[in-house]
């Protein structure tokens, strides 16, 4: 496909916050991760306010194993304080995805060439990404690699079905719902033989509204459109 | 799935326990709370009767105080000079309506006139009982301390005023010290009142111990609970709450596992500003996961240093502890020990046999919850470790664990405090003290446990640190006691064995070099011991050298059997046996092996197995032995 893109991504822990646990401070991971933060590791390999990255799956490599820590979390009004978090262990992912224009975002029409933009986010996962990766929180340190979606051997390929109860699926941010509010998403997650398949953000049917939020504006005062990029380029090389 | 979920279907499913007192071994009371409902110790019972009068009243013995109250969110968290009454139960300042004017001290406003507000409320809605309407009818008049100082349980100084302290001037009005003094801690106004309902007619249940009683004020508490959210546990649309149950582990306890009072250290802030725009967890479920948390904390969890260590079914509770030894699962003597043939596979379905019981529950959802607990500051509480899987898979996981990590254990008493023998695995607790000392800090010991349970659970490697220090501890037997010793070096051979799959019964083919070394050490142990005879107890110049030997074997070995000589002189030709026994093995290690690389675990093995082997034998051949002798002697 002209827009999709397969890849692994993988590190020694994972973070992915249980809101709940987020609440006092003291973190526990979901033991899957969730679908914003899967969206946020591909974003952090391309990001383009014109595109939409949508996770269509993600692939469970590893066994889920957790790891507590001690950890003396940074006290902004002084002094210091005392946690237990506890990690995902040795996560790896296999992750399916694929981009979609933004059509919240006219003033970025423009920008939309989805082959231009497909061939960048390829070399962006061959590169290991644009920024640095990091799995649900910063101090868990992530790595990104093409990879064939499905091939090797998973820890969970022999188990028929896993569910994990109610769960976070990711936030929705106003300039991708055309809504002015940010708003949270919840889903019933299965794991069949392994393989997660995300639901797209609009068929979540529960949506807690969280704040009123305007979208930021971008132009091509703060945007470089690819194709005027590309001509500029070619300019200089015809030139 | 969800721990928080599983908490609650755990709670979901023991339906019938609510409210039911059970006992602890240690005589502790505890029950599976009702929702909106907790326990307090109470002092003074008072009897009303069907028609709202007073009948009578009694001091209540220390151990029948705890009783179980209704309570509202606020008065749940209730602390200082907050006024939050309890629903029904409660302190004399506010039940009390002529609290003041027996010389009550209050703060600001009067507590009386909130609880008797609420009671009113509660008696006059629609979900209301006969009982709650006696109660009410009685207290509004407002005259409980006239009534308790009439029948003599509270006590009046000269000027109609409660007595704040007991003091010797009082004895004109009351030759003795009245009783209410030395069951309540602080003042008399302090005292905690539960009420009770006479009918002369039929006995009634207590109503603290009436279902009825606990339904009625549900139904009626749930009608006030603040607005409806998506509950992120269950996905409904439900009241939610931001007050969470603190005492989860004992009833000093105040860490709580969900909390959000920090706005200032940016826990949450940020993406969120407010922290019900984090998370809403519905107030059903927040009651009922943690009543069935404290509830299975109270039946069955093991604490250490205030670390819980949790594990069980969500159906049924009771589920095999992986902390546990062999012995503690299968209390069955070991004789099959003596048996060569003694595998991994028997001692499995042994164990398999044993966890039959928790096997053959067959419904719907047979799956086996673990989780840790344990707070860093005293406010909130972490989850360090939560496994949720299926029953048959960790029952599968155990019975693994304690066949492969699995020797022979002399360490464990029977129920008549007579020292046995099993063969298994060790708990993880012994496994700790074994790696550091039967005086490590409980911090130690309990991080310890946390590492190892997902090893058993998840049959990953035991980390390589606590190996080693086993091991070395194991080889080092002049620095402890003779049982400790013998304690340590069955759990490290436990540990060892896992890694390398030794039988106990000597393998006399083995040629690994380390094995032979350590059966080596064995006979010339053996050897000494019994040239010293029954009396002398001192260590053996084998023992002695145990640890120089694990590091320089070669060398070691030259020094051991030096001093081996005088014993295999005194034995006489009874040293025969074992001399061929050190000539045989010492042959089957390679030349260029006979070296001072320091020793692995694995030497172990081999010195516990011969060790036996030459113990096993002597008891034996007792007889042949003796005959010899008397043969040897007659020549």
């Known amino acids: 496909m002209r827009n999709s893109i397969e890849f692994e991504v993988y590190g020694d822990y994972a973070l992915f916050t249980d809101p709940l646990t987020k609440l006092g401070g003291e973190k526990l991971s979901y033991q899957i991760p969730t679908y914003q933060a899967m969206k946020g590791i591909l974003e952090s390999v391309y990001w383009k306010p014109t595109l939409i990255m949508i996770v269509d799956e993600v692939r469970v490599m590893n066994a889920i194993r957790m790891e507590s820590k001690g950890i003396r979390p940074i006290d902004y009004s002084g002094g210091n304080t005392l946690a237990n978090y506890t990690y995902l262990k040795q996560p790896r992912y296999q992750v399916k995805a694929h981009f979609e224009f933004n059509m919240n975002r006219p003033d970025l029409a423009d920008d939309r060439n989805e082959n231009k933009h497909h061939n960048m986010l390829k070399r962006a996962v061959k590169a290991g990404g644009r920024r640095d990766i990091f799995l649900g929180t910063r101090e868990c340190q992530g790595y990104v690699e093409p990879c064939v979606f499905g091939e090797g051997k998973g820890f969970y390929d022999e188990v028929e079905e896993l569910h994990f109860g109610h769960m976070v699926h990711g936030i929705n941010y106003p300039d991708e719902t055309g809504r002015n509010q940010m708003e949270i998403r919840l889903w019933n997650p299965v794991m069949r033989s392994g393989i997660i398949q995300f639901i797209r953000p609009e068929q979540c049917t529960q949506v807690r509204k969280v704040s009123d939020m305007l979208p930021k504006t971008f132009n091509s005062s703060n945007v470089e459109f690819v194709d005027r990029l590309l001509a500029q380029i070619g300019e200089e090389g015809n030139g | ?635």
């Open chain 2, 1 to 635: 799935m969800s721990w928080l979920l599983h908490l609650y279907e755990t709670y979901e499913s023991n339906l019938d326990r609510v409210g039911e007192i059970e006992k602890r071994y240690n005589d502790r009371e505890y029950t599976l709370l009702p929702i909106s409902h907790t326990t307090q110790n109470a002092h003074i019972e008072v009897e009303v009767t069907e028609d709202g009068e007073f009948h009578s009243a009694f001091i209540i013995d220390k151990k029948d105080a705890s009783t179980l109250i209704p309570c509202t969110e606020e008065s749940a968290s209730r602390a200082g000079s907050k006024i939050a009454p309890y629903p029904l139960h409660d302190k004399l300042s506010y039940v009390a309506g002529d609290f003041v004017a027996y010389g009550g001290q209050i703060k600001k406003e009067e507590p009386y006139a909130y609880y008797i507000k609420q009671l009113e409320s509660w008696a006059q809605s629609p979900y209301a009982t006969a009982k709650v309407r006696s109660i009410y009818n009685y207290l509004k008049k407002g005259q409980l301390i006239q009534d308790l100082v009439h029948v003599k349980i509270l006590c009046v100084d000269a000027d109609n005023k409660l007595i704040e302290k007991w003091d010797k001037k009082y004895e004109p009005l009351y030759p003795e010290k009245p009783l209410i003094f030395s069951t309540v801690a602080g003042g008399q106004d302090s005292a905690f009142i539960r009420f009770n309902v006479h009918s002369p007619k039929e006995i009634l249940t207590k109503v603290w111990k009436d279902r009825e009683m606990y339904d009625s004020f549900i139904k009626y508490y749930q009608d006030l609970l603040g607005s409806e959210d998506i509950c992120y546990v269950t996905g409904q649309k439900l009241p939610s709450t931001d007050r969470h149950a603190n005492k989860i582990r004992n009833a000093a306890d105040k860490a709580k596992l969900i909390s959000a009072n920090d706005t200032s250290g940016f826990t949450f802030r940020g993406r969120f500003s407010q922290s019900n725009e984090v998370a809403s967890i519905s107030y059903e479920v927040s009651q009922k996961a943690h009543n069935a948390l404290k509830w299975l904390i109270n039946r069955q969890a093991k604490i250490i240093d205030q670390r819980v260590f949790l594990v069980w079914g969500n159906d049924m509770p009771e589920v095999a502890d992986p902390t546990e030894d062999t012995f503690s699962i299968d209390p069955t003597p070991v004789t099959l020990v003596q048996k060569k043939s003694f595998t991994n596979q028997e001692l499995a379905s042994e164990i398999s046999k044993a966890l039959d019981g928790y096997r053959n529950d067959v419904t719907s959802k047979s799956e086996v919850n673990i989780m840790i607990l344990d707070s860093a500051t005293t406010g909130r509480m972490a989850v360090l470790y939560y496994r949720h899987m299926n029953k048959e898979l960790y029952l599968d996981r155990l019975v693994k664990w304690h066949s492969s990590c699995a020797w022979l254990h002399r360490y464990r008493k029977n129920e008549q405090g007579e020292f046995v023998q099993f063969y298994g695995a060790p708990a993880t607790k012994d496994i700790a003290f074994a790696a550091y000392g039967p005086r490590a800090n409980e911090k130690i010991v309990k991080g310890l446990m946390e590492r190892l349970l997902p090893c058993i659970v998840d049959d990953l490697k035991i980390p390589q640190d606590i190996v080693t220090s086993v091991y070395q501890r194991a080889s080092n037997p002049v620095s402890m006691e003779k049982w400790e010793w013998e304690k340590t070096l069955s759990i490290a051979c436990a540990l060892i064995n896992r890694q390398e799959g030794f039988k106990l019964a000597l393998d006399t083919e083995s040629n690994d070099r380390d094995y032979l070394f350590g059966r080596l050490l064995a006979v010339a142990d053996v050897l000494e011991r019994s040239a010293l005879g029954r009396e002398e107890t001192r260590a053996s110049n084998a023992i002695r050298y145990m640890n120089a030997f694990s590091r320089h074997p070669s060398r070691t070995w030259m020094t051991i059997q030096q001093s081996l000589q005088p014993y295999q002189a005194r034995l006489g030709t009874k040293a025969n046996y074992y001399s061929k026994i050190i000539d045989e093995v010492a042959s089957r290690i390679k030349l260029e092996e006979f070296n001072n690389k320091p020793l692995s675990g694995k030497y172990l093995l081999g010195f516990y197995s011969q060790r036996h082997e030459l113990y096993q034998k002597r008891e034996n051949n007792k007889d042949v032995v003796e005959a010899s002798n008397e043969e040897e002697k007659s020549i």
